[in-house]
Every structure is written in structure tokens, then in C-alpha cells.
């Protein structure tokens, strides 16, 4: 067990600092949460608010740059198919050439040199075709792409184009194998080209498209970063109110745990625990925040990067194709021209050209000038074309003859006359081995006609290499004559036999015959170009010649700073000797990137913001959770301080009242013993005031009570009208006093049980009456009232009388008093239930269990101040500081009452008019009770006394609720009751009834005073039928009574002597004094004693002397109790020894009562020895050893012994049989049980002799009461019983 | 009269008798002593319980002085201890202390000292209880007796 203590001990101090823990959680949250809530939630919204626009912007700007990614490569697509058109636009214009060609050729040539043309041109014709066809390749990849349907169209004129062709083909049907071997050749490698541009094209749209995932993708990933970031700051936001929930809910149920303990165990350790907590919180958060920001910068920054570099390469790319393309395109026809040119010398020896004789040089000269010049647009890079011839030394001469100049030197020393370029003015070339003069050349170069073009170093190299290889061949950049550009000169070796493609480089160098030429202006080549493509501004393209990879020679472009990215694309222009470079890069250094600044700032000021509101926050919290703490200390002292103060109060209201009810009794006791005047005036006095102090008291222990919710209503059963009688009784010694007239009344449908908790109703009831009391004075009455709630609404016909008076108050004009119980004006009753909430709008129906009893105190005191009204149910509040001074209290009962009716889930009201009086009315709640579970007390009330029980009562009154309240008075009596008016009605009743059978008689008229007052001249009508009454039947006509607030005692002689009235009645009338005075009227006694079997079994041990042996004191006192109850002697003795002592012979006790179980010797025991202590006496008596004086003048010894026992067995019996007692009796006393015990030893005689004893003692009480009938009757009914038992 | 105007604290009393015997503290043979209280001994029932009081102190004391010996409790003696309070008990109709007291002589008749701990304990516990009670309605009494003397001196019709 103690163990157990001790565990549950160490638990005890286990669990308060657990629940501290679980306490002072709570106390860190927010005393205030709503506002913190309301607080925040504009900043919440921002916050919100702001990540929405963010995101929203964020997706606007991806939105854009898809935008502008797709303008870009609308743009793309704009320009590729712009140069498909243009592309387009060559061909045709070259068919156009072509077709020139034909209508001139086919006047001057054979058709050899028509076919030779026919199929170069249809070369280049079928040269565009495949390109055609692979455009749409691509673009069906591109499909997706809208923007290029536009460009389908001019692309779907491609078959016209296509048709045309054919139709040339078919018309020159001979010319089809031609057509078919050069397609052979020469489409294959035109065709890998076009594919292969296809595929550039294709790869750069992968690259667009591959870009475009990376952006949408990229998207995603930011888009679901944000999510995350909403989500996070969301989920922060959730989880700060849920904690602020939780901590809410966790400080509701801290309240309920003790308060002592938390200011124990108040300690700050969770709280700063949380509070770090918080703290790092924000600091993770932000540091993740700032990370996050910068990751993001790097991200989008890597992005903007790559974007760049991949436009750059995109740009740099195309705009190399271009190039290549372009100059292959007019490499291509260079060659043409070269073959072209070579038809010249095929099968024909000599060639066309050296026919001089014909004048066919000339010709030829103004020919190739004239085609060159209508195909000038073939060629867009090339400035001008021309044709040298090769001539050996040994045919110079021959060769300046017939051409009419000589040969001359390119370079020459003068710098200026190369600025000129005047072939008159150069000087004649060098004797060489062999000259390369030019015979054709186009217009646009028609001043390097005769000029040796192995002179020039440049040319000559040029020249000697592609004789070698027949492939076009480029120089290296240099100079141009005249336009002094910078560019190169292509050269393709003319043949004047078939080579064979495996020829060796002496054959060809055999075979050749001359050398076309075609400058290029690299600058205006790639000006030219680079006009053509879009977002030419952007970037800076410069061409190197990079053959010689350690100086590299700038064809094109001049030198930028550098501006960091650069691209380097190969140009591959046919001649794998030469190699070039394209080298692209921005002209502008790349722009702050903006996006990502702007977006990782912003992310970096949202995450500032939420730290700084998260900051913000957490010292709010801290701060409420500071001022919680505070709050809890101080709510935990208050709280302290007011146990204390109840404990107080409550501790020195009982220290007072003990002592007080010392004090009072004693005051009493000094008041009944002999005192003057002035002493017993003090002794009152003192007597008052410490009743006062009393109840004073009990009404503030009662508030502390209420106040701490620690006063239980009882639920038991009780008779409200048996209440009402109390309070009647109560005050009526005080009402009487102050000549004021109280009254009760309960209307018939108040049940007789009611279960409530009665003491709190009378206590309520008390007080009003008391307070009406208290401010009535001299006049008027105070009149309780009971009804059901429910009377209130019934219709006026059916409803209490006393109800329809207050709401009838007519005011009789003829004595100037109003129909009321003492004629004084009253407050009206109605108004003051007027704002019972529960009793206007009351369903008491829907719980028939329940009823409400509605409780009028009404007086006609002095009223309440109307400013005073409305505090008048504070506590310690009177209507003013006077009326303390004036009429005492403490002005705490209406408090009190106020809370009892409230517990008792009723309503309490009041209406008042200063100088009318009050009447409060209250309501209360009870549970319906069965008349069975009345106890005994109440039952007592309720069935009084049958003596009354069935007569019949008339009551002559003027006021109706005084006739009113008098019959609820006889009625409670069980008599029945006529109301009259006025005597006059009433004796034409009396007359009437006096016919009548003696069941329907009246028993009793009782008049009101006032109205005797008024019709004494009926008074002796009544006097003669009383009178003839008496002469009749005396006792069947009805005693009058006068009921009378207050007479003197000599109006009460005056009126009796009267003659006609047999008793006054003072009210207020008490049913006991209403019975006795019918009874002394009716001359019944008062009261029979009913104490028969006390008698009986008092005359039994009536003056016997008893001993009674018992080691238990309780036992013992209890026996000596009950036996000196019934008249016996008792000799007690603790112990078997000093009981052999008493009972040694000779001894003068008559009977002994044993204790079986005794310490030293049991009962048993005692007995035994006392027998043979007797034995040994009565042998001694019986032989005469012992005179029988020598023992008490008794021959045989034998007291009887009763066993007294606790269990009462039969074994236990059968021993106390043996051991020789006589026999027993269980110990707590049965009355009954006692008496057949005792009778069996005490002889009658000994009965007699008690009897005779009370007749002696009744007889002379008789004769001090003036031999009252009551002690008389008693006198001779003792006188024959004993005569009957002495016979 | 008829003594209509019935105290209060008689009320009180009765309700605080009621309330003692609903909970078994007190049985028949409490009104049977009360019975035997009237003018020649207007304070029997408390001087009886006093005495009661007195003794059961003393035997409470020595049962758990006995109970306390460390090795050797004297079962046979708070046996006969046991008797007495029990008699008195009854005698003055402390029915739940009668009770309380047969458990513990069971007890002791086994010689269960733990059950005999228990036991005493709860007999301590209902003996205070009991006494409480008691005080309680003594004053009560007391008060009544001073107020039936205090209100209304004998009016004369």
C-alpha cells in the first residue's frame, strides 16, 4: 500500500511538469489569435498577390520569348524562302538566257555547239531542280511551322518550271542523251550539294526545334520551381496557423488544468526553445531563398548564354552556306562558261577562235562579250570574266599579229598606272616561255584584254595549277586590278580535246588551250549577301583566306574589338588548296542579362519579404507569447487571491458563526432570567444585532458559493404550499409587529409535490419577503403568491382569481381603496414578469416533466428609486447609501436570489413604483412529483388534520383577493369555501342553507373585519339567528369568526362580549391557529398524548433498578439511556468483576443486562458465577445457615439477566440458556423486544403502582390547570384502568 | 400552537439524517438513540456519540499501533479491539463502520496484515467521515436548540 502511495506521490510531481510542458505550449501561442490572423492576412494576400504576378510575368516573358524564338524563325523562314525565290528566279532567267542562246546560236553555230550549250545549260537547268525538290523536303519536316505554307506556293510553280523543261527535252529529242549523261554527272554532285544544304537546313531547324524544347522545357522547370515556392510559402503560412490552432486549442485546455501548478512550473525553456526553433526556421528559409535566387541567375544565365551562342551559330552558319552556296553556284558557271568556251576549239583544228582569216575572233570577241554580259547575272559575285589564250613563245609573234597588240605585262612598276589599268600604257610582257593573253572578256573587264596573265604572280600560279587539275582554282586574295578590291580570281583550264577525268596533269596541261577567269570581289560579295539576310545589324562577319594558317588574309570584313563569342564556319569554295574562313560574332558585347537578373532579384526580394513578414511574425508571437506568460502569471495570482478570499471568507464566516451561536444562546439564556428594563433592552439589542451579524453571514458564504459555482440545488420532494406556510410563520411575528398584513396564496393548480430543492426556494422566497417586510411600514401588506407559469396564459374567464385582480386593480372610489389585501395600491403584477423571456415565449409543454411555478412577492412599501432599478440585483448594491443607513443589510439577498432563480432556470422581475411599493415575481423550475415521495415532514404539512376535513366555510369579504387568499387558507383545511361580498348576501345564504342537510351546512362564517365594520346593521339578523340557532340546534349553526388584522385587546373583549362572534381571528392566520380556534369553539380538546407504548413500557421499569455491565462505554451509555427512558434506575458497570461485586447478595437491583463479550471475563462467564453465588446464598437461606434479613428479606435469590447481544443466534442463545441467564436481547434496544423481555419478570403489581403514580401526578396537574376536561378525561382513564387492574 | 412554524434547521437536520442514511452511514438504531433523547437528557445522543468517539479513538490508535509492530501484529487482541468498536458501532448505528470493522476482523481472522492495513484504513476513513458527519449534525442541532429558544416567545392567543 505504500508502496503503491509512493508511486502514485512520485507520479503526482511527474505529472505536473508534463502538463506544464503541455501548458506552457499553449501559453506561447497567441492570447489573441484573431487579430494576429486579421494582422497577417493582408500581408498573406500580398504575398500571394505578388507570387501571382510573378508568375504570371514569368510566364509572360517565356510566352515572349517563344514569341520572338518564333519570330526568329519566322524571320529564318522568311529568308530561306526568299532565296528559294531567288534561286528560283536565276533558273528562270537562266532558261531565258538560254533560250537567247538558242535563237542566237542557232543562226551562227552547228549543232555541235548548240548541243554543247544545250547541255550545259540544261545542267544548270536540272541544277536548280533538285534544289527545288529538296526545299520541300525540308520544309515538310518544318511542317509544324506555319509560315511556311506561304513559301510552298511559289515552290508548287516549280513543276511548271519542271514541264517546260521537259518539254524542251522532248522537242530536242536527239539531244535526250546528252541531257541524261550531264544529268548523270552533274546531277549527283548538285544534288549532294542540295541535300547537303537541305540537311544544314534541317540540321539548323533540329537545332531551332531542340532550342524550343529547351525553352519550353526550362519553362516547366521554373514554372514548377514556382509551384514549389507556392507551395512551400503556403504550406509555411498553413503550418504557422495550425500551429497557432493548436496552440489555441492546447491554451483552452491548459485553462482547465490547475492554475498552482503553472505558476510552478512556468518556465521558459520550451517557450525559448520554440522561439529558436522559429528562428532558425527563417534562416534556413532564407539562406534557401538567397541560393535558390542565385541558382536561378546562373540558370537563366547559362540559358541566355547558349541562346546567344546558338543564334550566333545559326546566324554564322547560314550566312557561310550562303556564301558557299552562292560562289559554288557561280563557280558553276564559270565552268560552264569554260566548257562552253572549250567548244570552241572541239573537233575544229584550227579552233573558232584562231580562224582568223574569217574574222571569227572578232566575232567571238563580241559574242562571249555579249553572252558573257546577258549572263552576267548568273554570276552575281563575279566582276567580269574573261578568257586568255595560251600561247607559247613561239607563237607570239604569229598571235600579236593577227590580234593586232601585243602581249603585255600585268604588273608593272608603277603603282599608279595599276590604279589605272590602261593596257595601252602597260608595258609589253617579258619573253616567257609561254603567255596566257586575254582575247575575250567581258564589258565589265574589257581593260584586261591583252594583258599576260601568267605575268601577274598570282595568276600565273593560278593558272599553272588548274591546267593541272581542270577544276576551277582560286588565288589567293589579292588586289584586282582597277576596282583596286581586294578578292580572288577563279581560273578554269580550257581543253581543246575531251580530257578523260583520270587524264594526268601533262595531258591536260597539253590539252589546254586557254583560261577562263573570273574575278571575284570578295567585299561586294559578301556585302551583296549579307544584305540579303535579316539581322545583318547584330553581327560582324569577317572572311579570311587561312590557306596559310599562320597569317590568315582578311578577304572581307575589317577587325572588331573583340565582343567574346566568336563562330568559325569553314567555306569550302571548291578549291582544296585554298581554305577559307567565315568568322562571326556580335557586334554588340552581349547585354546584361537582364531576365535573370530581374528574375532571381525578384525571387530575392519575394523571399526577403516573406523572411521579413516570417521576422515579423515570430516577434509578434514572441511578444503575445510574452504577454500570455504575463497574463497566465497574473490570471494564476487572481486566482490565487480569490481562492484565498473565498477561502477566507468562507473560513472566518464559520470561525463567526460558531462562536456567534454561542453568543446568541446565551443572550437568550440571560433574556429568560430575571432583568430590568434597560438590561434586557441591551440584551435584545445585543440579541438582534448578532442575528443580524448571523445572516449577514450566511448570505455572504451563500454568494461566495454562487460565486464559485460550488452551490448544488437538491432535487427533493416538497409541498409549495407548505413553504408558503413557513414563510408565513416565519414573518408573521414581524409583520404583526409592524401592523402589517401578510398573506400567502397559491392558486389550486400548484401541485402539493413539487421536486426542487426547497431550502433555495423558501430562501428566495424569504428574501423577497423580508426586503418587502423590511420597507413596509405601517400600513399595507405583503402578499405571496404562487401560480403556475402556464396560468399567466390562460384566458381571463378560467384564470386565478388573485391574477385577474392584479390585472384588474379597479380602484374603489368610495373608501378610496383599491381591490387589494390591504386596500393600498400595488404595483401591477403583470408588468413585472413582462420581460421574462422563457415565460412570454415559454414551451414548458414540450417537457412535461417540468413545471414552472411563478412566485409574486408584493408589497406596499416604500418602492425602489427608478434610477435605482436597474442595480438593484448587484451584489452589495441597495437602492442607495441611505437606505443602509436606514433599514440595515447588506444588499446582497436580491444577488443571491437572483442567481439561486437563475440556477433554478427561472427569471426574476420586478416592477415598482416609489411611494406604491414592489412586486417581484420570479419564476422557478421544478420536476413534477409523485404526492408518495413527500417525506414524513411535509407529509405532515400537507394532511394537518382531518379535524376540519369536509365542513363548510363562508367568507363574507368586500375585497376579492382577501376573500381569495382566506379560502386558499381553508381549503388547504380541507373545508370547502363560499365567498360573499357583503354579510347581507351572506345571511340570505345562511338562511338559505340553514334548510339544508348538516353536510351541506356551514361549519364557520368568517367575516372581515371591514366588512363587519360597515354592515352592523346586519349584525343582528346574524345575532337572531344565532340566537334561534342556539335555541335549535347549537351546534349545527355555523361559528362566526371575525378575522381582524390587528385589534387591541380591548376591542377583542367588546366584540366578544358582542355576543354574535365566538372567536377573533388575527391574521395572518395560521392553519394551527385557525384549527384550535375551531376546536376551542367547538369545544374539542386540544391534543391527546400518544405515547401508549412508551407508557407501557415505562410503567413496566418504572422505578426498577437495573445494572448493566458492559466494557463498551457507548453500549453502556446507550442502555442507561434507554432504560432510564422508560423510567428505570441504572447502575452501570464497566467490567464482570464489579458486576459479581454489585450483584453479591444481598443487593437491590431487579434485573441486570450483560454484555456477552467482555475483555477479562465474558458475560457467560459473570453469569455463571453469579448463579452460584446465589445457589450458594439461597442453600445458605434454605438451611436456615442465613436468616433471609441477613439477604434483603428475599428467600430466593435470583436476578434476572438478560443477555445483551449483537448476534443473536441460536447457538448464542442456547448457552445464554445454559450458563444459567434469562434471557436476551439484541444490543441496539428494541423497544418491543425489550418489553417481552422484561414483562416476564416484573409482576404487575409493579404496573399498578406506576399507574397509581400518574394518576397522583395527572391528578394534580389537573388541579393546577383549573381541572381542564383534557387532563380530566385523562385523570379517569388512568383511574379506571387501575381500578380494572387492581380488581 | 402546533408548531407549524417547524424550523428550518430542523429541515436541515432531517435532510442531513436522510442524506446520512441513504449513504448507509447511519442506520435505525442512530433514531432509536434519538428517540431516547428528551428532556430529562436533552443531550443523550451527543454525549452517547462523544463517549463513542472517545473510545473508538482509543481502540483506532491501539489497532494501528498493533497493526505498526513490525514483525509480530497481535491478531487476537485487534480482534477483541475489533469487538468493541464493532458493538459500539452498531450500538450507536455507525452501519458503515460496523461494516468496515466485520472486513477487518475477517482480515485479522486470516491474519492478512495488508488486507488488515487496507481495512484500517478505510476505517480511519469512515470513522472521520462518520464523525464529521456527526459534529456537523450536532451543531446543527445545537443551532436548532438555540433558535427554537430564540424565535417566537410563546404568543398568546
Not at chain 1, 399595507?780 to 374567464?797: R, T, Y
Not at chain 1, 388541579?1263 to 378525561?1273: G, H, R, S, V
Amino acid at each position: 500500500m505504500s508502496v503503491n502511495k509512493r508511486i502514485s506521490g512520485s507520479n503526482g510531481r511527474l505529472q505536473p511538469s508534463m502538463k506544464s510542458w503541455k501548458v506552457n505550449e499553449p501559453l506561447n501561442g497567441s492570447n489573441s489569435p484573431h487579430r494576429t490572423t486579421w494582422r497577417r492576412k493582408p500581408l498573406l494576400l500580398l504575398i500571394v498577390f505578388g507570387v501571382i504576378i510573378a508568375s504570371f510575368g514569368l510566364f509572360l516573358s517565356f510566352k515572349n520569348s517563344e514569341y520572338l524564338m518564333s519570330k526568329e524563325k519566322e524571320a529564318a523562314c522568311e529568308e530561306s524562302s526568299r532565296i528559294l525565290l531567288q534561286r528560283y528566279n536565276i533558273s528562270r532567267k537562266q532558261l531565258h538566257a538560254l533560250a537567247s542562246l538558242f535563237s542566237g546560236s542557232d543562226q551562227i553555230f552547228s549543232n555541235c555547239i548548240d548541243e554543247r550549250r544545250l547541255q550545259m545549260l540544261l545542267n544548270s537547268g536540272i541544277a536548280c531542280n533538285p534544289q527545288l525538290v529538296c526545299c520541300p523536303e525540308n520544309q515538310e519536316l518544318q511542317k509544324k511551322h506555319r509560315c511556311f505554307a506561304d513559301t510552298v506556293e511559289p515552290i508548287e510553280q516549280c513543276p511548271i518550271l519542271e514541264d517546260y523543261v521537259r518539254t524542251r527535252i522532248q522537242l530536242s529529242f536527239p539531244f535526250k542523251k546528252y541531257v541524261l549523261l550531264a544529268s548523270h554527272s552533274l546531277l549527283s554532285s548538285n544534288l549532294v550539294d542540295f541535300l547537303f544544304c537541305g540537311k544544314n537546313m534541317l540540321q539548323s531547324w533540329e537545332l531551332h526545334v531542340s532550342a524550343i524544347m529547351d525553352y519550353t522545357s526550362s519553362l516547366n522547370l521554373v514554372k514548377e520551381y514556382w509551384w514549389v515556392l507556392v507551395g512551400i510559402i503556403i504550406s509555411c503560412n498553413l503550418s504557422g496557423f495550425c500551429l497557432l490552432r493548436i496552440q489555441k486549442q492546447k491554451l483552452v485546455e491548459g485553462h482547465q488544468v490547475g492554475h498552482q501548478k503553472q505558476l510552478r512550473d512556468l518556465s521558459r525553456n520550451p517557450l525559448k526553445s520554440v522561439g529558436t526553433w522559429r528562428k532558425w526556421s527563417l534562416a534556413i528559409f532564407l539562406s534557401l531563398g538567397i541560393l535558390f535566387s542565385i541558382w536561378l541567375f546562373c540558370d537563366l544565365y547559362t540559358d541566355f548564354k547558349q541562346t546567344r551562342e546558338e543564334m550566333l551559330t545559326n546566324m554564322c552558319d547560314e550566312r557561310a552556306r550562303m556564301l558557299q552556296d552562292q560562289f559554288n553556284v557561280s563557280m558553276n558557271h564559270v565552268h560552264a562558261l569554260a566548257v562552253l568556251v572549250s567548244t570552241f576549239h572541239h573537233g575544229k583544228h584550227p579552233s573558232a577562235i584562231d580562224q582568223h582569216n574569217l574574222g571569227v575572233p572578232v566575232l567571238l570577241q563580241k559574242i562571249f562579250g555579249e553572252y558573257t554580259e546577258t549572263t552576267a547575272f548568273e554570276r552575281p559575285l563575279t566582276s567580269g570574266v574573261a578568257y586568255a589564250k595560251k600561247v607559247l613563245h613561239s607563237d607570239r609573234a604569229e598571235f600579236e599579229k593577227q590580234h593586232g597588240w601585243t602581249i603585255k605585262k600585268m604588273e608593272t612598276e608603277n603603282e599608279a598606272l595599276v590604279q589605272d589599268c590602261i593596257p595601252e600604257k602597260l608595258d609589253p610582257a617579258p619573253i616567257q616561255d609561254e603567255y596566257a593573253p586575254v582575247i575575250f572578256a567581258q564589258e565589265t573587264v574589257s581593260h584586261i584584254v591583252s594583258i599576260d596573265m601568267m605575268s601577274g604572280k598570282e595568276d600565273r600560279e593560278n593558272i599553272l595549277r588548274a591546267r593541272a587539275t581542270g577544276k576551277g582554282v582560286l588565288t589567293s586574295p589579292f588586289k584586282l586590278l582597277k576596282s583596286n578590291h581586294l578578292g580572288v580570281v577563279l581560273t578554269f583550264a580550257v581543253y581543246n580535246s575531251n580530257v578523260p577525268a583520270d587524264a594526268t596533269p601533262k595531258q591536260r596541261i597539253e590539252a589546254t588551250v586557254g583560261y577562263l577567269g573570273a574575278s571575284y570581289d570578295v567585299r561586294s560579295l559578301v556585302d551583296k549577301l549579307l544584305h540579303q539576310l535579316a539581322s545583318k545589324q547584330i553581327i560582324v562577319v569577317n572572311v579570311y583566306d587561312t590557306t596559310n594558317a599562320s597569317a590568315p588574309i582578311t578577304m572581307y570584313g575589317t577587325d572588331v574589338a573583340d565582343t567574346g563569342l566568336l563562330r568559325i564556319n569553314s567555306l569550302d569554295f571548291g578549291d582544296p588548296l585554298r581554305k577559307h574562313e567565315m568568322h562571326c560574332r556580335f557586334k554588340q558585347r552581349p547585354p546584361l542579362p537582364w531576365k535573370a537578373i530581374n528574375y532571381s532579384v525578384g525571387i530575392f526580394l519575394i523571399v526577403l519579404l516573406i523572411g521579413y513578414i516570417y521576422y515579423v511574425a515570430i516577434k509578434r508571437i514572441e511578444k503575445v507569447e510574452d504577454d500570455t506568460q504575463k497574463m497566465a502569471e497574473l490570471k494564476v495570482r487572481a486566482e490565487a487571491a480569490d481562492v484565498a478570499k473565498s477561502q477566507f471568507l468562507a473560513t472566518v464566516s464559520h470561525e463567526i458563526r460558531t462562536p456567534m451561536n454561542g453568543v446568541l444562546g446565551m443572550l437568550q439564556m440571560l433574556m429568560d432570567t430575571e432583568l430590568d428594563e434597560n438590561q434586557m433592552d441591551y440584551a435584545q439589542t445585543a440579541h438582534k444585532s448578532g442575528k443580524d451579524l448571523i445572516s449577514v453571514i450566511n448570505e455572504v458564504l451563500d454568494q461566495a458559493k454562487i460565486e464559485a459555482r460550488k452551490l448544488e440545488l437538491e432535487a427533493v420532494a416538497f409541498d409549495p404550499h407548505a413553504i408558503l406556510e413557513e414563510v408565513l410563520s416565519l414573518f408573521s411575528g414581524k409583520a404583526k409587529e409592524k401592523g402589517i398584513e401578510l398573506a400567502v396564496y397559491a392558486s389550486n393548480e400548484v401541485p402539493k409535490v413539487v421536486i426542487g430543492d426547497p431550502k433555495r426556494f423558501w430562501q428566495i422566497i424569504t428574501n423577497l419577503v423580508g426586503n418587502s417586510l423590511k420597507f413596509t411600514h405601517d400600513k399595507g401588506h405583503v402578499f405571496v403568491s404562487i401560480h403556475l407559469a402556464n396560468e399567466v396564459k390562460n384566458p381571463l374567464h378560467s384564470m386565478d382569481a388573485v391574477l385577474r385582480e392584479g390585472l384588474e386593480l379597479d380602484h374603489d372610489l368610495s373608501d378610496n381603496t383599491y381591490n387589494t389585501l390591504s386596500g393600498f395600491a400595488v404595483g401591477n403584477r403583470w408588468k413585472s414578469w413582462a420581460n421574462f423571456k422563457k415565460l412570454n415565449s415559454m414551451d414548458l409543454m414540450e417537457e412535461p416533466e417540468l413545471i414552472q411555478l411563478l412566485v409574486t412577492v408584493e408589497d406596499t412599501g416604500i418602492g425602489i428609486p427608478i434610477d435605482a432599478q436597474s442595480r438593484i440585483f448587484t451584489p452589495f448594491m441597495q437602492a442607495d447609501s441611505s437606505t443602509s443607513r436606514t433599514y440595515g443589510g447588506t444588499g446582497i439577498g436580491l444577488s443571491i436570489s437572483k442567481c439561486l432563480v437563475e440556477l433554478m432556470r427561472g427569471e426574476i422581475g420586478f416592477v415598482s413604483e416609489p411611494g406604491t411599493g414592489s412586486t417581484f415575481t420570479f419564476t422557478a423550475t421544478f420536476r413534477k412529483g409523485e404526492t408518495t415521495s413527500l417525506d414524513a415532514k411535509w407529509q405532515n404539512f400537507s394532511t394537518f388534520d382531518s379535524q376540519l376535513q369536509g365542513l363548510r366555510a363562508l367568507v363574507v369579504d368586500r375585497r376579492k383577493i382577501r376573500a381569495e387568499v382566506t379560502r386558499y387558507y381553508l381549503q388547504r383545511l380541507g373545508m370547502s369555501v363560499d365567498v360573499m361580498s357583503s354579510l347581507k348576501s351572506a345571511c340570505s345564504c345562511l338562511t338559505g342553507s340553514s334548510n339544508m342537510r348538516v353536510s351541506k351546512q356551514f361549519a364557520m362564517i368568517l367575516i372581515d373585519k371591514d366588512a363587519w365594520d360597515k354592515e352592523s346593521s346586519t349584525l343582528y339578523s346574524i345575532k337572531k339567528q344565532k340566537k334561534n340557532g342556539i335555541n335549535g340546534d347549537r351546534i349545527n349553526f355555523p361559528k362566526v369568526f371575525l378575522l381582524a388584522t390587528h385589534l387591541s385587546p380591548n376591542e377583542c373583549d367588546e366584540l366578544k362580549k358582542n355576543g354574535v362572534i365566538d372567536d377573533i381571528l388575527m391574521k395572518p392566520f395560521w392553519l394551527s391557529v385557525l384549527v384550535c380556534s375551531y376546536r376551542e369553539s367547538l369545544g374539542i380538546e386540544k391534543r391527546q398524548i400518544n405515547r401508549k407504548k412508551v407508557s407501557k413500557l415505562g410503567n413496566l421499569l418504572l422505578q426498577k433498578r437495573i445494572l448493566v455491565v458492559d466494557d463498551n462505554a457507548v453500549n453502556r451509555k446507550v442502555a442507561e439511556g434507554v432504560l432510564q427512558k422508560y423510567g428505570a434506575t441504572v447502575t452501570c458497570v464497566e467490567g464482570g468483576r464489579a458486576a459479581l461485586q454489585m450483584l453479591k447478595p444481598p443487593h437491590n437491583f431487579d434485573a441486570c443486562f450483560m454484555d456477552l463479550q467482555m475483555p477479562e471475563m465474558d458475560g457467560f462467564e459473570v453469569t455463571r458465577q453469579i448463579r452460584i453465588l446465589e445457589n450458594d446464598v439461597n442453600e445458605k437461606i434454605a438451611c436456615g445457615e442465613a436468616s433471609a434479613e441477613m439477604f434483603g428479606d428475599i428467600f430466593y435469590w435470583h436476578i434476572p439477566i438478560l443477555a445483551m447481544t449483537a448476534d443473536v443466534t441460536q447457538a448464542s442463545n442456547e448457552e445464554c440458556k445454559k450458563c444459567g441467564m434469562d434471557g436476551y436481547v439484541s444490543k441496539p434496544f428494541e423497544e418491543e423486544q425489550l418489553y417481552t423481555a422484561m414483562a416476564r419478570f416484573f409482576k404487575p403489581s409493579s404496573y399498578v403502582e406506576a399507574e397509581c403514580l400518574r394518576f397522583s401526578t395527572m391528578a394534580s396537574l389537573a388541579m393546577e390547570a383549573d381541572l381542564e376536561c383534557n387532563y380530566l378525561t385523562r385523570i379517569s382513564c388512568l383511574g379506571e384502568a387501575m381500578l380494572l387492574r387492581l380488581v | 400552537m402546533l408548531g407549524l412554524g417547524a424550523d428550518l434547521l430542523w429541515a436541515d437536520m432531517n435532510r442531513l439524517l436522510a442524506f446520512l442514511f441513504h449513504q448507509g452511514v447511519l442506520d435505525e438504531q442512530f433514531l432509536q438513540l434519538q428517540q431516547l433523547q428528551d428532556e430529562t437528557s436533552p443531550n443523550f445522543v451527543s454525549e452517547v456519540v462523544n463517549i463513542y468517539f472517545h473510545e473508538s479513538e482509543k481502540l483506532l490508535r491501539n489497532l494501528r499501533g498493533l497493526l505498526m509492530e513490525k514483525e509480530f501484529s497481535d491478531y487476537k487482541k485487534m480482534g477483541i479491539h475489533l469487538n468493541q468498536l464493532m458493538g459500539s458501532s452498531s450500538s450507536i448505528g455507525a452501519k458503515r463502520v460496523t461494516n468496515v470493522c466485520l472486513a477487518f476482523r475477517a482480515a485479522t481472522d486470516h491474519s492478512n496484515r495488508s488486507g488488515c492495513l487496507r481495512a484500517l484504513e478505510m476505517l480511519e476513513h469512515e470513522y472521520c467521515y462518520l464523525k464529521n458527519k456527526l459534529h456537523e449534525l450536532f451543531q446543527i442541532e445545537q443551532q436548532r436548540a438555540l433558535a427554537a429558544g430564540v424565535r417566537y416567545p410563546v404568543q398568546n392567543n
